[in-house]
């Protein structure tokens, strides 16, 4: 429609007609292999989760801590494409940043993308924090984990069926990797250290719960750019 004076060669044509044939079960950033964050273009695959413009309320809050302290000690679990991790190491570039994730063939995907942005985040294959050392502490943990309900009838809807299963649901009611993520994160954090995270729309009592339940004190909960909760800040008590 836009150049209607121009016809495709039959390989255009094939191509064309190819790729629609694939965008009827897979995302376009497969289809592409990239995807936008943060103004940064990243690489993507059916290993990692498609990041969202939602999750890049986790790079403002996390710089907004950071503040003037740019050798701040940053842990992120569950890195995906790298796209949280690199986004903030791009705009504080002083700051120290470990991302982990547990599947080796994602975190390549996020060696990738670092390596074509020549930003230097630190990057290891662990499950959340089993293979990272808790001494020298962080200031900041930053995740956007699994955290759809298993039974969840939007795990079939539009492009989640073909997104990885484990980045999208950790387990029955969803806050199972975030259980995980608070309850060990006091050995992980330094001395009133901030943790930030990801959660379902539903989730914010749930997870406000679980942070006073572990001696967390100015929890703050921040809403996407639909008015829902999606999500919360909290500083480890002294």
């Known amino acids: 429609m836009t150049?209607?004076?121009?016809?495709?060669?039959?390989?255009?044509?094939?191509?064309?007609?190819?790729l629609v044939r694939r965008r009827l079960d897979q995302p376009i950033a497969y289809l592409t292999g990239t995807r936008e964050f943060y103004s940064m273009e990243l690489k993507t695959n059916k290993h990692t989760l498609v990041p969202r413009p939602e999750t890049e309320m986790l790079v403002d809050r996390v710089l907004q801590l950071i503040g003037d302290k740019q050798s701040a000690r940053?842990?992120?679990?569950?890195?995906?494409?790298?796209?949280?991790a690199l986004a903030?190491?791009?705009?504080?570039?002083?700051?120290?940043?470990?991302?982990?994730?547990v599947n080796p063939e994602t975190l390549a995907v996020a060696k990738g993308n670092a390596s074509?942005?020549?930003?230097?985040?630190?990057?290891?294959?662990?499950?959340w924090?089993?293979?990272?050392?808790?001494?020298?502490?962080?200031?900041?943990i930053v995740s956007n984990p699994p955290y759809i309900a298993a039974g969840d009838s939007c795990l079939?809807?539009?492009?989640?069926?073909?997104?990885?299963?484990?980045?999208?649901?950790s387990g029955e009611s969803g806050l199972e990797a975030l259980q995980v993520i608070i309850q060990q994160s006091g050995e992980y954090l330094n001395k009133k250290g901030w943790i930030v995270l990801e959660h379902g729309y539903d989730q914010a009592q749930e997870v406000q719960k679980?942070?006073?339940?572990?001696?967390?004190v100015e929890i703050g909960l921040l809403t996407d750019f639909n008015?829902?909760?999606r999500l919360t800040s909290a500083r480890k008590s002294s």
């Open 227 to 229: 008015d829902l909760a």
């Open 156 to 169: 079939k809807e539009g492009d989640l069926p073909a997104e990885p299963r484990q980045a999208l649901t």
């Open 116 to 127: 074509q942005h020549r930003l230097d985040v630190q990057f290891l294959l662990s499950d």
């Open 210 to 216: 679980m942070l006073q339940q572990n001696d967390f």
């Open 129 to 140: 924090y089993h293979s990272v050392s808790a001494q020298p502490g962080f200031d900041i």
């Open 74 to 84: 940053i842990l992120e679990l569950g890195t995906g494409t790298g796209a949280i």
């Open 3 to 18: 150049w209607p004076e121009k016809e495709l060669n039959p390989d255009q044509l094939d191509c064309f007609q190819d």
């Open 88 to 101: 903030i190491k791009q705009h504080a570039p002083q700051c120290l940043i470990l991302a982990t994730d």
